[in-house]
């Protein structure tokens, strides 16, 4: 049963607009959740956290936005370049230490 | 510095065939994971060590799949008597710390790509 769901497994964006990728999870013992990008034959590399304390976190260009009444973080890049091309994964922690992964969104930023 | 490192990248085994995957963790870090991802699929949690402990096997998939880290720092990921069911990328990812009630980043190797003909 997949806890964490990413229900878009691909999305288009012009170079300098907005990227918005959503993930929604079930478990409402989870309290730490993030972001990781993925480049082909890499393994995924960290992006951005948020803890359920807060629902929102800024580091640059990327933002994540919690709802936890939703179950529901997005991660926001503005702006868009093309080197953001990339396979983007959410993951949530709850007491122990193991993430749990949504399966994935790939997002192509079209110059 | 230096990442968290895997190897083999790549590794083709005949079915039945015993593997061994290992993982060099970024050093100092005290926790260690390992993760399979299958084709289309998110990393999915096999196993945690939290120095040369073996804290959760919770997701091991089946007794053929063993693994170990006995000086608390290289990890080695035994798969015995492969099945086509276990190609997939097998990654690593290590914490520096593990505080109660607050999960560290994890950073993630580049994986070992396994195929089972």
């Known amino acids: 049963d997949q806890q964490v769901k990413q229900n878009s497994p691909s999305l288009s964006v012009q170079e300098g607009r907005i990227s918005i990728l959503n993930c929604d999870y079930t478990n409402s013992m989870f309290d730490y959740f993030l972001w990781y990008k993925k480049y082909p034959a890499e393994g995924p590399t960290f992006l951005i956290s948020i803890s359920s304390i807060k629902d929102k976190n800024e580091d640059g260009r990327f933002t994540v936005f919690l709802n936890k009444s939703a179950k529901h973080l997005s991660l926001h890049i503005v702006p868009s370049q093309p080197g953001d091309s990339a396979v983007y994964f959410c993951?949530?922690?709850?007491?122990?230490?193991?993430?749990?992964f949504g399966t994935g969104t790939s997002l192509t930023v079209i110059p | 510095g230096a990442g968290v490192s895997q190897s083999p990248r790549y590794k083709v085994a005949k079915r039945g065939q015993d593997v061994a995957l290992r993982c060099d963790p970024i050093?100092?870090?005290?926790?260690l994971f390992w993760y399979q991802q299958a084709l289309g699929q998110g990393p999915e949690f096999l196993t945690y060590f939290q120095n040369e402990a073996q804290l959760d096997k919770s997701g091991l998939p089946s007794d053929r799949f063993f693994a170990e880290r006995p000086e608390g720092s290289v990890s080695t990921l035994k798969i015995q008597r492969t099945q086509q069911e276990d190609s997939a990328v097998y990654l690593c990812?290590?914490?520096?710390?593990?505080?109660?009630?607050?999960?560290?980043?994890?950073?993630f190797g580049p994986g070992t790509r396994l195929t089972v003909l």
């Open positions: 993951a949530a922690s709850g007491t122990g230490n193991q993430f749990y």
């Open positions: 050093s100092g870090h005290v926790s």
């Open positions: 990812a290590s914490s520096p710390t593990f505080y109660q009630g607050e999960t560290d980043t994890q950073y």
